[in-house]
C-alpha cells in the first residue's frame, strides 16, 4: 500500500491531520467525537432539549420549587399577615403559608381557600400568575421542541466482516437496518479509511475514502450490506489486520438519511477500529418469506456472522 | 426479454434479492411494505404522533382518568379527612370526594369549595397542579406534533395502462393528482420493475428501472400522466400481461415531491401487480375548459378508462 | 418563431397541454392557479392554518361560545339544581346560570362562587375542565402552526419590459425584491413561456423555457433583474407585441428561495400576460449611495421604469 | 491583476454592481448587511422571534399589563358594584379592584375572594378568561418559535492571514470552528473578493470567486482552515495590501452547513477588509493530543496567529 500512497489525494472531513502522538479512535462507540472542545458555549436551550428525559423532568420540578420558595419570601417580606387562609383550620408556619400561597397562584389552580387580601398582595398574585403561565409556555415549547427532534434509529453491526463478494474479489463489509417504525428514504453512506503515519516528530493522519459497491438505496426497509470490493483498485488490496493494527487504523462510517416521519434529513456516524473488524467471516442473513410469501426481517441478527473462507484478495 | 437481462446491472432498491420462495407484493395497496420487522423498538411519542385522532384523544382522556385516580388514592392516604368541602351538602364516599378534588387540582379549575386544610394536602395539590400542567404541556406538543406532520395528498389511478402512446410504440402509464389544496412542486417519479427469476434452490428478485418520457413536473396543478414508452429500447418490449404474471412482477413507483404549505419533501410508494394492469386501454381526460377560458379538473375522474388499440410495441 | 418550433422538445410543468379551446391566464395575479379542482379533501386543520387571522379567532371564539352553550345544557338536563351560588345575589335564570360556571369551569378560571355541589356535576366539571384544557392545547397548536409557516416576502415588478440589454441584444426583464427583513439566500429563477397553438379541434399549449442571463443570485439584499437576452438563440427574437398577443402568450415566472429565518425553501409563482408587457421601456434604478458610502435601497420603487430605444432583436 | 480581468465573468452575488460613489464595507462586523432598505413590511410575528430574551419578555408583560387595565376598564364602565369581594377586608378603589379581579380572571387563577354577581359581569368575565387562555396561546407559540430558530453557532478567526501554504504559494487563509455543542456537518464554504473599479462618472463593483483548496468539510469538529491558494491562477496572484486598499477590497465568506441538532441548514456571512488582513503570518495550531492520545480543541484561541516568511507569490 505504502507505494500506492502517494496518488491519493489527501483530504480532511474535519478531523485534523497533523498531531503530534497518535489518538484514540476518533468515533466514540456511542457516536460522539473523541475530541474535548474547550471554550464552548452551551445555550441553556439546547442542554434542555438533549438532556434524558428523567433527567429534564427533575429540572423542571426543581425550579418549580425554587421559584415557588423565592415567591413565598416576596410574600413573607411585603406583609405575610395580608394572606389569609379562611374555612380552615390551616395551622401552619407564616412561611409555609405563603410557599402554599404561591403555588395555588403559581399554577393558577387559586382554590381560595387562601386569598390575598390587599393591594400589594394582590398586585403581586396577579404577576405570579402570569409568571406561572409563562413558566409553562416555556416549559411546553421545550416538550415540543424535545419531541419535534427525530431519534436517529439506525443500528449497524457491531462488527465489520472481510468477507468473500465477488468471483474473484473479497469484500470490507458491514450491515445496517432501520430499528423503529420510521421509513428512512434515500440512504446514502461514504466510508473512510483514517490511518496514521508515522514522522520522526510527528504523526500524520491521512483519509482514505472505500469506493463502495453500491452507495445508495432508496428504502432501509431490510437491512443494507454496505460493501467496499477489496479488488485491484482498492487501497487496501493486500493489507492484513496486521497492517491496520501498525497504521492505528479506523474505519469511518457517514450515513444519511431521510427521516419521512420527520421531514428533516438524520446523520449517523460510528467507526470500526481493527480490533472489531473479522478476518474471514460473513453475514448471516437476517430475512427470509414464511409459506405464504410474507418477508420477515429479524432486526437483531443482524450482528450475526459465521465463518467462510476468503477468496484471497486481501491479506496476501 | 431473457437475453437482454444481462446487459441491465443488477440493483437492490432496498428490499433484498434473494429469497427462498416467490413473495407477496411488496407494497401493499395502502402504501406500506409487505415486510414484518421483528425486534423494532418503537418510541411511546411516535406511536401516539401517528395513530388516528380518535384513538389519541381516547387515550389522552384515559390518562387523565388514572392519573386522578391514582391522586385521588395518595389523598385518601395521606389523610382525607383534610380535603374539607365548605358550603356544600356533597354527600359522597371519602375516595370519590378525593378524585373530584383532584380533577379540580389537575385540571386547576380549583373552584375552591373542595380545598385542603392542612400542610401535606396543600403540598401534594400543589404538586398534582404542577403535575396537571405539564400533562397539558406534553399534550399540547403531542397535537402539534400531529399537526405539523404533512398529510399526504397524491390520489393514483387504480389502474396501470397499456396504451397507445405515439406513433410506433405504446407506453406503460398511471396517473396522479393532489388531492389536498396544498400545492406541491418538483415532482418526481421513478417506476422500477421488480421480477422474480426461479432458480433451482431459490428465488432471485430483480429490479429493472423503467425509464420515463418526463420524470419531473414543476406543479401537481392538474393531473400527471407517467409514461415509460414500450419501445426497442424497453426493458419490457414485447413482454405481455402472462409474461408479467409469469415473472411475478410488480411495478413499484415511487413518487417525490415539495409541499409548499409545509415546507417539506414529502415521498409516497405504491405499486401495481399484473390484475393491475389493462392492456389495451387509455385514459379518459379529466380536465376541460368551460366557456369563459377557466380549466376545470375532475380529481374523481383520475381513474376513468376506456377501451383503445395498441400500436403493438408489447405483447407482440 | 414558427420554423424553430420543431426543434424546442416539447414539456409540460404540469398545466396541461391539449384543451378544447383557449384558456384564462394559467397563474392569477395572486399567484394562484386559474384551475377549478372538483373533488379535493380539505383538511380542517389545513383550513385553520391558513385563513387569515380575524377570521380564526372568530371561529375559535365561535367554537368556545358553542362548547359552552353544550356543557350547559348538560348541566341543565343532568340537574341544574346542583349548579349553587354562593355568597352572591346572582339572580339569573338557570340555564344562563349553568352557562356562566361551564364559562368559569372550561377555562379553568373556577372562581368557587358558583359551585358544583353533587357527585355528577362535580364529574361533568372535572371532564369539561380537561376538555377546556385540551381545546386550547388544540388552539395552541394551531397558532404555533400559522406562525411556523413563513410568508413569502418577494415583490415582483408589475411589469415585464423589452429594453436595451446588451450592445446588440435587447432583453425581456423584470424585477424582484425582498420585502421583509429575512434574509433569502440562493435564489434561483425559471422563466417559461407559455403559448396557444390553434389546430381545427382543439389548442395545444405549448411551455417554452427561456434562457436567463443569470439564473441565481447568492443573496435577495437589493433587487434583482432577471433577464432574458433577446438573441438569434432565443425563442421569442424577432416575436412582437401583437404575436404575444396572437398566441395568448404568458410569461411563467418560478422563483425557489431559502429562507434563511424559517431554515425552509419557499417558492414563488407568478406570470406576465401580454398587457403587462411594455415594449422599449427600462428600470430605473432602484438603489443609491448617499455620501457616507451606505447602500439605500427604494423597496416600493421596484416597479420604476422610463422610456428606453430597442436595439431591435426584439420585434424586427 | 488588470490584463486578466476581463477574463473572468463578472457576476453579482447580489449587492449590485454598479454605484455613484464608492460604499462600506457590504457585510458588517456584526454579519449583518450595509444596505438600508426603505418599504419594508415587518411582521409583528417575526420582530417578537428576532428580539432579545429580555425585550421580548418586556413585551409580554407590558401587553398583560395594558390588556388587564383595559378590562379593568370594560368593568368598571359596566357596573363596578358587581365585583364583590368576600371574607375580605379589602379597601382599594374601585379601579384598583376591577384590575386584580381581572389579573385573577386574565390568568385563570380565580381565587374567588373577589367574583362577579351579575350576569354582564360573568360574561364578560368569561371572555376575559377565554382571551387570557389565548394570549398565553400566543405567548406559548412564540416562546417555541424563538427555541426552534438554530442560533449559528461558528465563530470565525477575527483576521485573514496571508501566509506560506505550499513549497511555491503562498495561501488567503481564515480559520472558522463550532461555538456549540450542536454537531455542523456538511459544512460548504464560498469566498468571493469585491473590488471598486472607478470610472469617471460611476464606480463598478467586480465580484471575483476566490478558488479554495478544500471548499468542504464533512464536519465541524475541529476548526477548519480555508484556504485560498496565490498561485499564477489566483486572480490575486502579486497583489499587495496596497492594491486591496486602493480598490476598495472586501473579501466575502459564505458558509452553509446542515445543523443536525434542529435538522436545518445554517447560513453564515462575514467579510474581511483590507485592515483586517495580514500579510506574513500564520496561524498557530489549536488543537493537539494529551498523553492518552485524546484530541483537545481550544475554541478561543482560534484568533492567534505569529510571524511567518511569506513564499512570495504575493506582493511581488
Redesign the interface.
Given at each position: 500500500m505504502a507505494k500506492d500512497k502517494e496518488k491519493i489525494k489527501n483530504?480532511?472531513?474535519?478531523?485534523?491531520v497533523?498531531?503530534?502522538?497518535?489518538?484514540?479512535r476518533?468515533i466514540n462507540k456511542n457516536g460522539s467525537?473523541?475530541?474535548?472542545?474547550?471554550?464552548?458555549?452551551?445555550?441553556v436551550?439546547?442542554s434542555l432539549?438533549?438532556m434524558g428525559n428523567l433527567r429534564f423532568?427533575t429540572v423542571?420540578?426543581i425550579t418549580?420549587m425554587l421559584v415557588?420558595l423565592l415567591f413565598a419570601f416576596i410574600y413573607y417580606l411585603s406583609g405575610i399577615e395580608h394572606i389569609?387562609a379562611?374555612?380552615?383550620?390551616?395551622n401552619?408556619p407564616d412561611l409555609?403559608m405563603a410557599f402554599?400561597f404561591s403555588?395555588?397562584?403559581f399554577?393558577?389552580?387559586?382554590?381560595?381557600?387562601i386569598?390575598?387580601?390587599?393591594?400589594i398582595t394582590?398586585?403581586i398574585?396577579?404577576?405570579e400568575?402570569?409568571t406561572?403561565?409563562?413558566f409553562?409556555?416555556?416549559?411546553?415549547?421545550?416538550?415540543?421542541?424535545?419531541?419535534?427532534?427525530?431519534?436517529i434509529?439506525i443500528m449497524s453491526s457491531h462488527n465489520m466482516l472481510v468477507s468473500p463478494f465477488n468471483k474473484n474479489e473479497d469484500g470490507l463489509m458491514f450491515r445496517i437496518t432501520?430499528?423503529?417504525?420510521?421509513?428512512l428514504?434515500e440512504?446514502e453512506a461514504?466510508v473512510i479509511l483514517a490511518i496514521d503515519v508515522d514522522h520522526s516528530d510527528h504523526v500524520q493522519r491521512e483519509y482514505i475514502p472505500l469506493e463502495l459497491d453500491?452507495d445508495y438505496?432508496?428504502?432501509?426497509?431490510?437491512s443494507?450490506t454496505v460493501v467496499h470490493p477489496i479488488n485491484k483498485k482498492s487501497p487496501i488490496y493486500g493489507y492484513s489486520k496486521e497492517d491496520m493494527i501498525r497504521d492505528n487504523a479506523e474505519v469511518l462510517i457517514?450515513i444519511r438519511a431521510?427521516d419521512?416521519?420527520?421531514?428533516?434529513?438524520?446523520?449517523m456516524?460510528f467507526s470500526y477500529v481493527p480490533e472489531e473488524i473479522i478476518w474471514g467471516a460473513k453475514f448471516i442473513?437476517n430475512?427470509?418469506?414464511d409459506?405464504?410469501?410474507?418477508?420477515?426481517?429479524?432486526?437483531?441478527?443482524i450482528h450475526e456472522y459465521e465463518n467462510a473462507t476468503l477468496v484471497g484478495s486481501s491479506d496476501v
Amino acid at each position: 500500500m505504502a507505494k500506492d500512497k502517494e496518488k491519493i489525494k489527501n483530504f480532511d472531513p474535519g478531523f485534523g491531520v497533523d498531531y503530534k502522538t497518535r489518538t484514540k479512535r476518533i468515533i466514540n462507540k456511542n457516536g460522539s467525537f473523541n475530541i474535548k472542545r474547550h471554550g464552548m458555549r452551551k445555550l441553556v436551550f439546547h442542554s434542555l432539549r438533549s438532556m434524558g428525559n428523567l433527567r429534564f423532568f427533575t429540572v423542571v420540578i426543581i425550579t418549580y420549587m425554587l421559584v415557588n420558595l423565592l415567591f413565598a419570601f416576596i410574600y413573607y417580606l411585603s406583609g405575610i399577615e395580608h394572606i389569609v387562609a379562611s374555612q380552615t383550620h390551616l395551622n401552619v408556619p407564616d412561611l409555609l403559608m405563603a410557599f402554599f400561597f404561591s403555588m395555588q397562584t403559581f399554577t393558577t389552580v387559586g382554590f381560595g381557600s387562601i386569598f390575598p387580601d390587599d393591594a400589594i398582595t394582590n398586585f403581586i398574585a396577579g404577576m405570579e400568575a402570569m409568571t406561572g403561565l409563562l413558566f409553562f409556555a416555556v416549559a411546553t415549547g421545550l416538550v415540543y421542541g424535545r419531541f419535534s427532534k427525530p431519534v436517529i434509529g439506525i443500528m449497524s453491526s457491531h462488527n465489520m466482516l472481510v468477507s468473500p463478494f465477488n468471483k474473484n474479489e473479497d469484500g470490507l463489509m458491514f450491515r445496517i437496518t432501520g430499528l423503529r417504525p420510521n421509513v428512512l428514504v434515500e440512504v446514502e453512506a461514504k466510508v473512510i479509511l483514517a490511518i496514521d503515519v508515522d514522522h520522526s516528530d510527528h504523526v500524520q493522519r491521512e483519509y482514505i475514502p472505500l469506493e463502495l459497491d453500491t452507495d445508495y438505496v432508496a428504502f432501509l426497509a431490510l437491512s443494507w450490506t454496505v460493501v467496499h470490493p477489496i479488488n485491484k483498485k482498492s487501497p487496501i488490496y493486500g493489507y492484513s489486520k496486521e497492517d491496520m493494527i501498525r497504521d492505528n487504523a479506523e474505519v469511518l462510517i457517514l450515513i444519511r438519511a431521510y427521516d419521512d416521519a420527520y421531514g428533516q434529513h438524520v446523520h449517523m456516524r460510528f467507526s470500526y477500529v481493527p480490533e472489531e473488524i473479522i478476518w474471514g467471516a460473513k453475514f448471516i442473513r437476517n430475512y427470509f418469506t414464511d409459506e405464504e410469501g410474507e418477508i420477515h426481517l429479524n432486526i437483531n441478527a443482524i450482528h450475526e456472522y459465521e465463518n467462510a473462507t476468503l477468496v484471497g484478495s486481501s491479506d496476501v
